[in-house]
């Protein structure tokens, strides 16, 4: 319901900033200010301002897909189109409150042909200048969001983990495998998360990007994430968007009752790409260490109405041994560390994958993205492999996180 609010100022933004675009091509000189051009102009930006809205009544199929996609590349766009308008507009205040002050009790003047075209011309480089911020902002946001990078910790754990000294822990999260997100970009992974010889992979939610059906090519996904090679295996836990539902610029339109579930296709995917699944549930690995896998906080699933708090996830354990949690959602730090967890591997936040949302994060988390120790537990987020909404990262990056575990307990 929220998204039906809020579509009114959905359209505003974009009548504002198509208002200001024609008046940029307008104040043009030569090919940029022929009629032609506006008209063409209007056409590509209405295409792109209602991409998400027509991908989202079209049927599955790769013409959705096509207008899905484009309209993901438009949401990132439409975001530095408004702060730098935003920016120009308050220059623009200044500069009239200035004007104003300094002509307060004169007789204003009757404007020039000189001045109309100094104003014309002026109106033209700040246009330009606007449109190419946005544009290098944006191009940049999509090559940079394919680049994964590898981001190394190391802890240490004051407990025995019998014959096991240490312990390399790959972490990656937020893959959202759908419209942006498909086989390139998890082959580079693999390579990558095999390039780090790993004892161990861990993948802390939100592999899918909500809708099964966005699936570049299940079957040769599920192959490429097949291919990951770790001593103890592949485990993961489900985030908030590992749920059946559409999504709508971010906004997502699911069942009436409420709980909503996994779709069986994505338990089979995982299964079939080898991949352990852990719902609120956990598993002594080599009886050396205990992994436990949560339950998101928000949408724990199928099956599962309250998820397991952190006193309940240890209750059982054997506490001499080293305890790690992949929780998707980095919360409940102190609760965790109190109730003896070791290391809390989580992800969600993409570390606000695009400015200034990297900066609003570190309001919102303790531990946004990176690592904290709390008391004796070591949280580790990642920023993650993927990307949510705008095919784009601006001030943050893809990552995966190589985590050497070093237990020094006799």
């Known amino acids: 319901m929220l998204a039906v609010y809020l579509s009114p100022l959905y359209i505003l933004v974009n009548v504002y900033i198509f208002w200001r675009l024609i008046q940029w091509l307008s104040a043009c000189h030569g090919l940029f200010g022929k009629r032609p051009v506006r008209v063409a ?35 990132g766009v439409l975001l530095y189109a408004v702060l730098v308008l935003a920016c120009a507009e308050l220059v623009r205040l200044v500069v009239w409150l200035r004007r104003r002050h300094g002509r307060r009790g004169e007789t204003p003047e009757e404007e020039s042909p000189e001045d109309r075209s100094l104003v014309r011309r002026r109106r033209a480089i700040a246009g330009g ?9 944006s191009l940049w946001g999509v090559v940079n969001a394919r680049i994964i990078h590898t981001t190394k910790y190391q802890v240490t754990v004051d407990k025995s983990a019998g014959e096991l000294g240490d312990l390399r822990v790959v972490l990656t999260a937020d893959l959202h495998l759908g419209y942006n997100i498909g086989c390139r970009q998890m082959e580079d992974m693999v390579e990558k998360i095999n390039g780090e010889d790993p004892d ?61 579930e996994s779709d069986p296709r994505m338990d089979a995917f ?30 724990p699933g199928r099956g599962i109405t309250v998820r397991k708090t952190p006193e309940e996830i240890t209750a ?13 959602e980095p919360e409940e730090l102190q609760e965790l ?48 492999a993927g990307l949510f909404g705008p095919n784009m990262r601006v001030g943050t ?13 006799e």
Not at 45 to 52: I, M, P, R, V
Not at 273 to 294: H, K, M, N
Not at 399 to 405: R, T
């Open 41 to 75: 102009a209007g056409l590509v930006y209405l295409f792109f301002a209602t991409s998400l809205l027509v991908g989202f009544f079209l049927p599955a199929g790769s013409l959705q897909r096509f207008f899905k996609s484009a309209g993901n590349y438009w949401l």
């Open 129 to 137: 200048a606007a449109a190419l911020l946005v544009t290098a902002l």
């Open 200 to 260: 161990l992979v861990v993948i802390a939610g939100d592999i899918f990007d909500n809708e099964y059906e966005a699936l570049e090519d299940p079957d040769r996904l599920a192959e490429i994430l097949g291919g990951i090679s770790a001593r103890y295996g592949v485990y993961a836990c489900y985030g908030n968007h590992d749920i059946q539902e559409k999504i709508l610029a971010g906004f997502t339109f699911g069942s009436k009752d409420g709980k909503k």
């Open 270 to 299: 995982l299964e079939r790409a080898g991949i352990t699944l852990l719902q609120d549930e956990g598993v002594l690995v080599d009886d050396s260490f205990y992994l436990f896998g949560r339950a998101d906080a928000g949408k």
């Open 316 to 328: 059982d354990m054997d506490q001499t041994k080293p305890v790690l949690v992949m929780d998707h």
């Open 337 to 384: 560390a109190d109730a003896g967890v070791d290391v809390d591997l989580g992800g969600h936040t993409h570390d606000g994958q695009m400015f200034p949302g990297n900066i609003v994060m570190k309001f919102l988390w303790e531990n946004p993205c990176g690592y904290l120790k709390k008391d004796q537990m070591h949280s580790i987020v990642t920023s993650g």
């Open 397 to 409: 990056k893809a990552e995966i996180c190589v985590v050497d575990i070093h237990f020094a307990g």
